[in-house]
């Protein structure tokens, strides 16, 4: 077992600040993993009858798992959108919202209830999924007005899988706990691709019985989960982790760029990169399309800016210097400026050709 980073604050934080404590527990395959017994300790309201639930098979039908409980999920957007209809080919009974009502539909169509708030979601559902863009996003779902946390009580549980920094996602737990239900922080590692094929990895903090009890539902989504603590360390971990895919791709770019101009072929560059000891499937995976300069949106650049500023945020917040991560945050902001913010991550290749067509000037 390995020890997270304590916290060390002794001052008020900003909002990019994060909460670092507890410890941290090693991650379970799915095919060992127990399935807990999935009832509220306090008020229970619902239970997870579950035989073979598995990431593996997310169209598995009601006949093979029993899923009795009501599941919510707000925010159907890249991510959001496959992640319900994963719920719903496992046989969840699933009720949804989405500030668009039209992103919906599919899901309608698929057999999704729908509601007109987050908080009639909350009301009608025993646990509420929640999957936005931003922190300012996920607080005004959860904490406005007609918000998921004004429809809570004793005995539901509302898991937030969006990306945040820790002190949003305390904010959130608070007001999700002042209503007596329980919270659970859940980002999530994955883009559009493995959350459509329920592959994705929760990097979850909180309530550990509420956990214990949506792992089942995880595991739907996902092919790996880990029960990082008390709440922040999860947004902590996704924050890290992006932090480093995010100047992975700046240098990938870099590296794409410098072969081309000293007469290399870039394709090869990248069979040659994902057949060494620095492979990753991202490579492989963005490489090609970015040699032809197309960046269909898997993870939106806008969002990889957002969390390198919060990885920043996080940074300083522990006095801990991160100049790689600074420097590929301001090649994004650039990017942006490009009007580049709805596009893949991997378009950021696009502000290192700016930057070399003004050199060349």
Known sequence: MSSLVRSNYSRQLSSTA??????????????????????????????????????????ASVKDNELSARIGFLGLGIMGSPMAQNLLKAGCDVTIWNRTK?????????GAKYKSTPQEVAISCDVTFAMLADP??????????????SGMSSGKGYVDVSTVDGATSKVISGHIKAAG????????????????????????????????????????????????????????????????????????SEGLLLSEKVGLDPSVLV???????????????KGPSMIQSLYPPAFPLKHQ??????????????????????????????????GLSDHDFSAVIEA????????AK
């Open 18 to 59: 994060m909460a670092m404590c507890s410890s941290f527990c090693p991650q379970i395959p799915n095919q060992s993993r127990a399935r807990p017994s999935c009832s509220f300790p306090k008020k229970p309201l619902y239970a997870f009858s579950v035989k073979a639930l598995s990431s593996q098979t997310p169209n």
């Open 102 to 110: 039209s992103k919906c539909d599919p899901l309608i169509s698929l």
């Open 136 to 149: 300012e996003s996920a607080v005004e779902v959860a904490c406005g007005k007609h918000g998921a946390a």
């Open 181 to 252: 239900a329980s919270f659970l922080e859940a980002p999530v590692s994955g883009s559009k691709k493995p959350a459509e094929d329920g592959q994705l990895i929760f990097l979850t903090a909180g309530d550990k019985s509420l956990y214990e009890m949506v792992a089942p539902l995880l595991d739907i989504m996902g092919k790996s989960r880990f029960y990082l603590g008390d709440v922040g360390n999860g947004a902590a971990m996704k924050l890290v982790v992006n932090m480093i895919m995010g100047s992975m791709m700046a240098s990938f």
């Open 271 to 285: 069979e040659v990169v994902s057949q060494g000891a620095i492979s990753a499937p991202m490579y492989s995976t």
């Open 305 to 338: 800016q957002k969390d390198l500023r919060l990885a920043l945020g996080l940074a300083e917040s522990v006095s801990q210097s991160i100049p790689i991560a600074a420097a590929a945050n301001e090649l994004y902001k650039v990017a942006k400026s490009h």
């Open 352 to 359: 290192l050709k700016a930057k070399s067509q003004n050199s």
